[in-house]
């Protein structure tokens, strides 16, 4: 079964600092990766995603991703944090469900918190 | 730009309640799905459905829940008879099809609180 852990529920960083977001997965075949972010009484937005082609992916607002088959990592990074990204970070892997649709398992979910 | 709808925002209803959550997919999307994240806890796939029916559904999705498109703009769940531990926050998503990867767009949520 796929499926994606991430390390941390809740992690705090200085405005202008490096954002790191851990997560892991597991897949028997070659897995597509999500990167979800959730602002306060929202709905999810994607950020960025990873669908076999570039292993360095490029997201909205600065972030971006490395996929490491190596390491079964797909980390989420941001050189310098914006107070505007304090929200709920979640990675997912696509799992096919049948008949052309994909559910999406999710990780636990990071708390991402800037301090001024 | 398109989006998808959800309402209520927050439903309360008595154990035992039936409820009905009510999602507006993109217009031109083809795939629907309910995901549910109970406080705390990571988001959980409930069900997709695609060509007015269910496609796959999920351990959790029992006799309780049922989904309905029942004209072509509305993505229904329901639950039948509440539980306690149905109160949990209910995403609607919705994909086109037809792309590699179906990029799965997703509502606002409703806050489902079960008392």
């Known amino acids: 079964a796929q499926s994606v852990t991430q390390l941390g529920s809740h992690v705090s960083v200085s405005e202008g600092a490096l954002v790191l977001l851990r997560c892991n997965y597991s897949?028997?075949?070659?897995?597509?990766l999500f990167w979800y972010v959730q602002y306060p009484n929202q709905g999810l937005q994607l950020l960025l995603k990873y669908t076999s082609a570039a292993t360095l992916v490029k997201g909205i607002n600065g972030f971006e991703a490395e996929f490491k088959k190596s390491e079964t990592s797909f980390h989420l990074t941001k050189p310098s944090a914006h107070m505007s990204d304090a929200a709920e970070y979640f990675c997912?892997?696509?799992?096919?469900?049948?008949?052309?649709?994909?559910?999406?398992?999710f990780g636990k979910g990071t708390k991402l918190s800037v301090i001024p | 730009e398109p989006e998808v709808t959800q309402t209520p925002s927050h439903q309360v209803t008595q154990m035992g309640q039936e409820v009905i959550l009510r999602c507006v997919p993109i217009s031109n999307h083809l795939y629907f799905y309910w995901y549910r994240q109970i406080l705390g806890q990571k988001v959980e796939f409930l069900v997709s459905?695609?060509?007015?029916?269910?496609?796959?559904k999920s351990e959790i999705f029992d006799d309780q829940f049922s989904v309905e498109r029942p004209d072509g703009s509305n993505f229904t769940l329901k639950i039948r008879s509440t539980k306690l531990e149905d109160s949990a926050m209910y995403f609607c998503?919705?994909?086109?099809?037809?792309?590699?990867?179906?990029?799965?767009?997703f509502g606002p949520g409703t806050r489902l609180t079960v008392l």
């Open positions: 998503a919705s994909s086109g099809g037809g792309t590699v990867y179906n990029e799965q767009f």
């Open positions: 897949s028997s075949v070659p897995p597509y």
């Open positions: 459905f695609y060509n007015n029916e269910i496609s796959e």
């Open positions: 997912a892997v696509r799992v096919y469900s049948g008949a052309g649709s994909y559910q999406l398992t």
